[in-house]
């Protein structure tokens, strides 16, 4: 059909966007692949030649429509080696095993990642003070980290009375030395960002005795 190859070759689309929006016309390029999503079969289209169509290579199934879906059928194709790495920050960051993740810049206590899929550029990642923010962009990267940190700081603000109810693993005798050790008084209310602080201070006495406990907070601090 005249002009079909030329209407594709002006819609060519990053793999993230192509995931996310599934659209019928545009392709990414993965090394001398063109790849195509066909949603009305259910399949991912390889084509051979990064500056024409050529011609179709195989087209494989997507298992399902959910989570990193086209990841997952590329992986399959190039037949990738699926690994999550051995640092737990970085698996944190990766969270694909057919990702790769490189550090690009820090910048103060931030630390800004960007994820790519068989050297083909996927995603940023901004880590700061343990939370995480993607985007395609920098820029939307930080703004998912501002909306979590906001979230976070909102959930630290809420109120929490120290005492015995029906979700509580503290016995009486338990809370009130909780409350000894850690300089809180019985039946005050504190936010959990107070709670979290105290506990911090004697985190091997809290670890020690009261662990289990500190899920009533929801606060859970590292005991190893």
Same mark, same amino acid.
């Given at each position: 059909?005249?002009?079909?190859?030329?209407?594709?070759?002006?819609?060519?689309? %990053?793999?993230?966007?192509?995931?996310?929006?599934?659209?019928?016309?545009?392709?990414?390029?993965?090394?001398?692949? $063109?790849?195509?999503?066909?949603?009305?079969?259910?399949?991912?289209?390889?084509?051979?030649?990064?500056?024409?169509?050529?011609?179709?290579?195989?087209?494989?199934?997507?298992?399902?429509?959910?989570?990193?879906?086209?990841?997952?059928?590329?992986? $399959?194709?190039?037949?990738?080696?699926?690994?999550?790495?051995?640092?737990?920050?970085?698996? %944190?960051?990766?969270?694909?095993?057919?990702?790769?993740?490189?550090?690009?810049?820090?910048?103060?206590?931030?630390?800004?990642?960007?994820?790519?899929?068989?050297?083909?550029?996927?995603?940023?990642?901004? %880590?700061?003070?343990?939370?995480?923010?993607?985007?395609?962009?920098?820029?939307?990267?930080?703004?998912?980290?501002?909306?979590?940190?906001?979230?976070?700081?909102?959930?630290?603000?809420?109120?929490?009375?120290?005492?015995?109810?029906?979700?509580? $693993?503290?016995?009486?005798?338990?809370?009130?030395?909780?409350?000894?050790?850690?300089?809180?008084?019985?039946?005050?209310?504190?936010?959990?960002?107070?709670?979290?602080?105290?506990?911090?201070?004697?985190?091997?006495?809290?670890?020690?005795?009261?662990?289990?406990?500190?899920?009533?907070?929801?606060?859970?601090?590292?005991?190893?």
């Amino acid at each position: 059909m005249p002009g079909w190859n030329h209407r594709f070759m002006e819609q060519e689309t %990053s793999l993230n966007n192509l995931q996310t929006n599934q659209s019928a016309n545009a392709f990414a390029v993965v090394e001398d692949y $063109r790849i195509l999503v066909d949603s009305a079969q259910a399949v991912v289209h390889f084509y051979e030649g990064r500056g024409e169509w050529g011609r179709l290579v195989r087209s494989v199934p997507i298992e399902k429509w959910s989570g990193d879906w086209l990841i997952r059928t590329i992986g $399959r194709f190039f037949r990738l080696n699926y690994q999550l790495t051995d640092d737990k920050v970085i698996a %944190s960051i990766q969270r694909n095993g057919y990702l790769t993740v490189q550090i690009k810049h820090r910048i103060g206590g931030a630390i800004l990642y960007q994820r790519a899929l068989k050297n083909e550029f996927w995603d940023y990642c901004v %880590s700061f003070r343990g939370e995480l923010g993607f985007g395609v962009t920098v820029h939307a990267a930080i703004t998912d980290l501002r909306g979590k940190l906001a979230a976070r700081t909102n959930v630290e603000q809420v109120e929490i009375t120290l005492k015995l109810g029906s979700s509580s $693993r503290f016995t009486q005798q338990q809370l009130d030395a909780f409350c000894e050790a850690n300089g809180l008084m019985l039946g005050s209310r504190y936010t959990r960002q107070h709670l979290r602080q105290a506990i911090l201070r004697q985190r091997k006495m809290n670890c020690e005795q009261f662990r289990t406990q500190l899920a009533y907070f929801d606060i859970r601090i590292n005991c190893k």
